[in-house]
């Protein structure tokens, strides 16, 4: 017999993050914008963070941006 797993929609939902390079001053005024599953932008934003903006990456950096992440608004 075949058991069936029933999942709520609210349940599946997995609330996207941002992260805003606008909302930090930068000598090259960057203007990207992040935004996927946690993990995603994170490691992304750190990758970016190292590269263009000569930040180390490591498990500081990473808690840092996973601090200042925020949640992305639902699309009207």
Request: contains cysteine; glycine residues 4%; charged residues 35%.
């Amino acid at each position: 017999m075949e058991e069936k797993v029933v999942v709520r929609a609210e349940e599946a939902v997995v609330t996207r993050k941002i992260a805003d390079c606008r909302a930090y001053p930068s000598e090259s005024n960057c203007t990207l914008t992040i935004t996927g599953e946690e993990e995603e932008v994170v490691r992304a934003a750190s990758e970016h963070a190292a590269s263009v903006h000569g930040h180390e990456d490591g498990p500081e950096l990473r808690a840092q941006i996973r601090a200042e992440l925020e949640d992305e608004k639902a699309a009207v």
